[in-house]
């Protein structure tokens, strides 16, 4: 049972760059959610997705986009990277929205 | 707004010493919290949730409405405990507070 699956698990861009993280469940989850990781900033919510074709933004949406291509998939898109979006990214799901989470192994994105 | 307040960046203790972790929330309605848990190269785990009112690992966290605090208690640290401890707030989404780093020295 693989649980929630990230890629990649590494990735650096160059500024201005754009890329996607995919991320999977196979819990038969609706809800999933991306979240930044920085130093003493905790974890920001960045989009989540309550349902399959809903998305909303959460914390910190400024400069990327998400789709919810079905139930199983929740992507992160940088149309434009900034160094300001170098940190350690995840992909979480759930059963529903206050129940408990289970989170991918993490990306950490370095934009120079 | 909803907000999650986790104070103590760091928290320090020595093996066999009590532990508590703060947590405050903000939120009007009634809430769903959580413990989670990160160790050193591991993913994001929960550890506890008021609702299941119980003890995980020696943790136990009661729910104080009035104070609107979600505290992790443990009598006595042991060194495995050393990671990094998140609280959370489960509304129409989930929120996490910034987010304590507890080290536990033999």
């Known amino acids: 049972n693989a649980g929630v699956t990230q890629t990649p698990k590494f990735q650096v861009l160059k500024t201005g760059q754009s890329m996607t993280l995919q991320c999977a469940q196979d819990?038969?989850?609706?809800?999933m959610y991306w979240y930044r990781q920085d130093p003493g900033m905790g974890l920001r919510l960045i989009y989540y997705?309550?349902?399959?074709?809903?998305?909303d933004k959460g914390e910190v949406p400024n400069g990327y986009n998400v789709s919810r291509l079905n139930k199983r998939e929740f992507s992160l898109r940088l149309e434009s990277a900034a160094p300001s979006q170098t940190s350690v990214y995840f992909c979480?799901?759930?059963?529903?929205?206050?129940?408990?989470?289970?989170f991918g192994q993490g990306t950490r994105l370095t934009v120079v | 707004a909803q907000r999650v307040t986790q104070p103590e960046k760091l928290l320090s203790v020595f093996k066999g010493a009590p532990v508590e972790l703060k947590c405050n929330y903000s939120?009007?309605?009634?809430?769903?919290l959580f413990w989670y848990v990160q160790y050193s190269r591991q993913r994001l785990q929960l550890l506890l949730r008021h609702i299941s009112r119980e003890s995980i690992k020696g943790f136990t966290a009661d729910l104080n409405k009035g104070e609107t605090s979600f505290h992790l208690k443990k009598p006595f640290a042991q060194e495995e405990d050393s990671a990094m401890y998140y609280c959370a707030l489960g509304t129409d989404k989930l929120i996490f507070g910034t987010g304590t780093r507890l080290q536990v020295f033999p």
């Open positions: 997705s309550a349902s399959e074709g809903t998305t």
């Open positions: 979480a799901s759930s059963v529903f929205e206050n129940t408990e989470a289970f």
């Open positions: 819990m038969n989850h609706n809800s």
């Open positions: 939120y009007s309605g009634s809430p769903e």
